[in-house]
């Protein structure tokens, strides 16, 4: 399985074993920035670790401190392999675009339709520089 994404925001093509979120997700106080863990335990995975994974988020829960949260697992190397969003969110990116300014190594953000997230769910899942993502053999 393949497919073309848009690319949000440049970084290091990866791969990493997909995590496609069943809900959308608030990155402050859901994920831990310290560990790259699903800390919200209303949340349907929580525990789950999103750390070098590819990771399909569905939506957001909106906060200005999202991209305080993402950019502390960019130092911190937890951060997702890569991001895979159904709608971009500009508040959660800037945490991208600031880690690169920084010079820090980043994880790529693609845009992709939702309709395609359940076909590389649980799967190994290669993001090219080019923004397309196909699943490993």
């Known amino acids: 399985m393949s497919a073309a994404a848009e690319i949000l925001v ?8 997909a995590l496609v979120l069943s809900a959308p997700i608030s990155f402050w106080g859901g994920v831990d920035p310290k560990s ?3 800390a ?5 995975q929580h525990g789950e670790t999103i750390s070098g994974r590819v990771l399909f ?4 829960i909106g906060s200005s401190s999202a991209s305080a949260v993402l ?12 991001l895979v969003l159904h709608e971009p969110d500009a508040i959660l990116l800037l945490g991208l675009i600031v880690a690169r300014e ?6 790529m953000a693609v845009r ?10 649980g799967r190994t899942v ?11 053999a």
Not at 72 to 82: D, M, T
């Open 10 to 17: 440049p970084g290091k093509p990866s791969a990493g074993e």
């Open 36 to 38: 790259g863990r699903i």
């Open 40 to 44: 919200d335990v209303r949340h349907p």
């Open 57 to 60: 988020l569905p939506g957001t």
């Open 71 to 82: 950019l502390e697992l960019v130092h911190n190397g937890h951060a997702p392999a890569a």
């Open 102 to 107: 920084m010079g820090w190594e980043t994880p």
């Open 112 to 121: 992709l339709g939702r309709d395609l997230f359940d076909g590389y769910r």
């Open 126 to 136: 290669s993001v090219a520089e080019d923004g397309a993502l196909t699943v490993a």
